[in-house]
C-alpha cells in the first residue's frame, strides 16, 4: 500500500508519467471494438421485464421452496417460460408474459394446489403493457433532460470542447453497459434504469475531476514554450489517476458484493437488475475519463490556431535546446582533444629538455 501511495505522489510531483493521450488511437481502437460487441448484443435485443411489456406476477411464501422447484412447477402450468425468481428466503417470484392464455385466478389456483401452500399465500398482480411504456417514456425524458443539463454545466463552468468529450464518454457508457446487459440476458427493470441513470452521474464526476486539473494545468498555456496542450492535459490526468483509481475500486467492492454474493450465491435475482447495471457502468465510467473523455479533449484543443502555434514553437524550442547541445559536446570534444595534444607537446618538450640536459652534464666517473 505505501508503494502505491508513493506512484501516487510521483505521478502528482510529474516524477512519473504514463502517456495516455499520446496513444489515443490505442483507446480509441479499443473502445470501438467494445461498442461494436455492444451493438451487436443490442441487435439482439434487449430482455424486457413484465413492467414494460406487460404479464403477471405470483409471489409464493413457503419455507424451504426451492427456485429450480417453482420453476419445475411453473413450466408445468403456463405454457410460456416464466421467470423465476428468489426474494428472500421465503418467498419466490414468478413472472408471466402476456402471452399466457389462461387467466391469473386459474394459475394462482394451481400453483396453490400443485406447491401444497393456502391459496391466500400466493399473491397475484397484474400489470399491462401501457405502465411500462409510461415508464420508458419518463426514463427517455430523463435521460435528455441530464444530458441536456450536463452540457449547458460543462460549457459555463469549463468549455465546450469538454462538455463535448464528457458527453462523449457518457454515451459510450451508456452503450457499453446496455449491450452487456442484452449479451448477459439480464432482464431490464426499473432497477435497470435506475442503475443507469445512476452510473450516468458517477461518470460524470470522475471526468469533472480530471477537467478541473487538466484546466488548472493548461492556464496562460500559450505563454510558454515548453509543454504542448496534450501534455499538460496529460499530467494532469496523471496526478488523479490515482484518485480515479481508488474511487473505481471503492465504489465497485459494494456493488460486486451485490452482484457475486447477494445475486450469485444467495440467489437474490432481484438485486442483479441494478447492481450489474451499476458494475459494468463504474468500470466503462473509470476507462472513459482516463482513456476517452481526456484524450478526447486534447485532439479538440490542438485543433485550435493557437494551439497548433504553441505546439510549432515548443517543438521549434526543443529542437534549437537539442542542437545547442549537440554544439556543447561537440567543442567539449574539440577542447579536450586540444588539450591532450597541448599536454602531449608540453610533455614532449619536457622529454627534449631532459634529455639535452642529459647530454650537455659532465660524467663523474673517474
Not at 394462482?108 to 400489470?127: F, H, M, N, W, Y
Not at 475531476?209 to 509543454?227: H, P, R, S
Not at 534549437?320 to 574539440?334: L, M, N, P, Q, R
Request: glycine share 10%.
Amino acid at each position: 500500500m505505501s508503494r502505491f501511495s508513493n506512484l501516487g505522489h510521483r505521478l502528482y510531483q510529474g516524477e512519473v508519467s504514463f502517456d495516455f493521450v499520446g496513444r489515443r488511437k490505442l483507446w480509441y481502437s479499443i473502445s470501438g471494438v467494445i461498442v461494436l460487441v455492444a451493438a451487436i448484443g443490442l441487435a439482439m435485443g434487449l430482455h424486457l421485464g413484465i413492467e414494460f411489456k406487460g404479464g403477471s406476477v405470483y409471489t409464493v411464501t413457503k419455507p424451504g421452496l426451492t427456485i429450480s422447484q417453482a420453476q419445475d412447477t411453473a413450466d408445468g402450468i403456463v405454457s410460456s417460460h416464466p421467470l423465476v425468481q428468489s426474494t428472500d428466503s421465503n418467498k419466490i417470484r414468478i413472472q408471466v408474459s402476456t402471452d399466457e392464455t389462461k387467466s391469473s385466478d386459474e394459475i394462482r389456483s394451481q400453483l396453490s394446489q400443485k406447491l401444497g401452500v393456502p391459496l391466500d399465500t400466493v399473491e397475484a398482480q397484474v400489470i399491462g403493457p401501457s405502465w411500462g411504456k409510461q415508464i420508458s417514456d419518463k426514463a427517455l425524458t430523463g435521460l435528455i433532460v441530464f444530458m441536456v443539463l450536463v452540457t449547458v454545466y460543462l460549457a459555463i463552468a469549463f468549455e465546450w470542447r469538454m462538455a463535448v468529450a464528457a458527453l462523449v464518454a457518457l454515451i459510450h457508457d451508456l452503450l457499453i453497459t446496455i449491450g452487456v446487459y442484452a449479451l448477459v440476458g439480464f432482464e431490464v427493470t426499473p432497477g435497470t434504469v435506475i442503475g443507469f441513470l445512476t452510473i450516468l452521474g458517477y461518470s460524470l464526476y470522475d471526468t469533472v475531476v480530471v477537467f478541473d486539473t487538466v484546466k488548472e494545468n493548461a492556464k496562460g498555456i500559450t505563454k510558454q514554450n515548453k509543454l504542448t496542450y496534450s501534455e499538460a492535459a496529460n499530467a494532469g490526468l496523471n496526478q488523479t489517476l490515482v484518485r480515479s483509481l481508488n474511487t473505481t475500486v471503492v465504489a465497485l467492492l459494494p456493488v460486486a458484493a451485490l452482484l457475486f454474493i447477494g445475486g450469485g450465491l444467495l440467489g437474490a435475482g432481484t438485486l442483479n437488475d441494478i447492481s450489474l447495471a451499476l458494475f459494468i457502468g463504474l468500470a466503462a465510467g473509470a476507462y472513459s475519463s482516463i482513456c476517452v473523455a481526456t484524450p478526447l479533449l486534447a485532439q479538440l484543443k490542438e485543433e485550435q490556431p493557437e494551439m497548433k502555434a504553441l505546439r510549432k514553437r515548443v517543438l521549434q524550442h526543443r529542437a534549437a535546446a537539442a542542437a545547442k547541445a549537440e554544439s556543447g559536446d561537440a567543442v567539449a570534444t574539440d577542447e579536450g582533444a586540444e588539450d591532450d595534444q597541448t599536454a602531449g607537446m608540453v610533455g614532449q618538450r619536457g622529454r627534449s629538455a631532459g634529455t639535452t640536459r642529459a647530454k650537455g652534464r659532465p660524467s663523474t666517473k673517474r
